[in-house]
């Protein structure tokens, strides 16, 4: 199964895209999609949906997982958030996928084995995790990627689950 995890946010948003093949999962793409600072929100919006619909139909994955977002400082920054995670979750349901939503707890607990592990413990499980020579830069690309590996850990129960409210 190809997965696109999401690392959602106005400035930047992460995204990695994993193979998990049986019990190995193997990096294929990451990045970020960076928009201009001072740019209108809306104008911001339209670029992270364009890059997103692009990504998927580049790397054609599926299953979409994306970072639910939490915090406590800024409510409009949330807000903004919310904003982009949501032009997100509209690409991924467009294009007809799966899609799968994490707590930033679930990804720390089912990557690191820990639910209040730090971001460098997190950099380097996802670094052992691929297999790769050095931690994914930027950071926004390595906790998208931390998304992707938890949904790669719980999609085949969660597809069980489908499978059987089916019958």
């Known amino acids: 199964?190809?997965?696109?995890?999401?690392d959602?946010?106005?400035g930047r948003t992460g995204y990695g895209v994993v193979d998990s093949i049986g019990n190995r999962i193997k990096s294929v793409e990451y990045g970020c999609i960076?928009?201009?600072p001072h740019t209108p929100l809306p104008d911001r919006l339209v670029d992270i949906y364009g890059a997103?619909?692009?990504?998927?139909?580049?790397?054609?994955?599926?299953?979409?997982?994306v970072e639910q977002i939490f915090?406590?400082?800024?409510?409009?920054?949330?807000?903004d958030v919310a904003q982009a995670r949501g032009v997100v979750l509209l690409a991924a349901?467009?294009?007809?996928?799966?899609?799968?939503?994490?707590?930033?707890?679930?990804?720390k607990q089912s990557v690191a084995g820990y639910g209040k592990a730090d971001k460098k413990q997190m950099q380097e499980m996802v670094r052992m995790?691929?297999?790769?020579?050095?931690?994914?830069?930027?950071?926004?690309?390595?906790d998208a990627l931390a998304v992707a590996i938890t949904h790669a850990h719980?999609?085949?129960?969660?597809?069980r689950v489908e499978r059987m409210k089916l019958k």
Do not use: C, H, W
């Open 52 to 65: 997103v619909r692009e990504v998927i139909a580049r790397l054609q994955p599926e299953a979409v997982a």
């Open 154 to 159: 719980n999609a085949p129960f969660l597809n």
């Open 34 to 36: 960076e928009t201009k």
């Open 93 to 107: 349901r467009e294009a007809g996928l799966p899609l799968a939503e994490y707590t930033p707890m679930q990804v």
């Open 129 to 142: 995790f691929l297999g790769l020579a050095n931690i994914p830069k930027p950071d926004d690309a390595a």
């Open 71 to 79: 915090f406590s400082k800024s409510v409009t920054t949330a807000i």
């Open 8 to 10: 959602p946010g106005y």
């Open 1 to 6: 199964m190809r997965i696109l995890g999401i």
